[in-house]
């Protein structure tokens, strides 16, 4: 239910899960294997998220839940799907969203988990579950709509357009479905053109200092801006800058 494909240090993730890519065990269990791996993999520098078919995710597969009634399955399932998230956010590379349709409920979490976030025309993003018994994603939706915006969701089971968000500046751009991955695959092709020390260290300024006080973030920045000034890659894009060439980054 989960495709990897790597070229040219940009990896495709891909949820292949028919017909609107509904998060089973296995496509959750799949989804944080994926990016775990590329958090390793050194032929790796960008990774963009995006669905088969004409969905991004529609959420929760509600025809397949698992069985939850013996002791302890509640706590497992929900501890595996927070994972899935948390593989995105706390992956050591940047992560692109493609949404190149509906993403409801978990796929608007999974979304959120990314760094960028590029939409298709097609697209629209809610929290149906008030519909089905369900409770939504509010916080991972928090991270990136506003407080009316996500209580609208929550509450009623409204669906804003890409265009929408857009507009609010809450996604990069909106796009024709046929323009979307060639407009993701330049801009993480540009991502993986730089050096990827620089890359991993801002992503994981980004992450860290998103809960921290101001002074205390750019504490943080500031220390990893150190520690990327020691890394030959630095070096690299100095000397490169000074003899006006394109720098060639070994990521070390």
């Known amino acids: 239910m989960i495709k990897l494909d790597i070229a040219d240090y940009v990896a495709v993730v891909t949820m292949d899960n028919p017909p609107v890519n509904a998060q089973s065990m296995d496509m959750i269990h799949g989804l944080a294997d994926a990016f775990d791996e590329i958090s390793d993999r050194d032929d790796v520098r960008v990774a963009v998220l995006t669905g088969a078919g004409k969905c991004f995710s529609a959420g929760a597969d509600l025809k397949n839940r698992p069985d939850v009634s013996a002791p302890g399955a ?7 799907v927070r994972e899935s998230s948390y593989a995105i956010i706390e992956c050591n590379k940047p992560v692109i969203a493609a949404v190149n349709g509906p993403a409801l409920g978990g796929g608007l979490g999974l979304a959120a988990s990314c760094d960028i976030i590029v939409a298709s025309e097609t697209a629209f993003f809610g ?23 996500v209580r609208r969701m929550m509450l009623t089971g409204w669906r804003a357009p890409a265009a929408e968000l857009y507009r609010r500046g809450v996604i990069e751009a909106c ?18 053109s730089k050096s990827p020390m620089a890359t991993r260290l801002a992503k994981d300024s980004m992450r860290t200092i998103e809960n921290m006080t101001l002074r205390d973030g750019y504490r943080y920045e500031q220390n990893n801006t150190n520690a990327l000034s020691k890394t030959e890659d630095s070096k690299e894009a100095i000397a490169a800058f000074k003899e006006k060439r394109v720098p060639v980054f070994q990521g070390r």
Not at 74 to 80: F, H, I, Q, V
């Open 74 to 80: 509640t706590w497992k399932r929900n501890r595996a």
């Open 127 to 149: 929290l149906p579950e008030v519909d089905v018994g369900l409770m939504g994603g509010g916080k991972h939706a928090s991270r990136i709509l506003p407080h009316s915006m």
């Open 175 to 192: 796009l024709p479905a046929e323009e979307l991955m060639p407009w993701v695959m330049d801009m993480a092709r540009t991502i993986a």
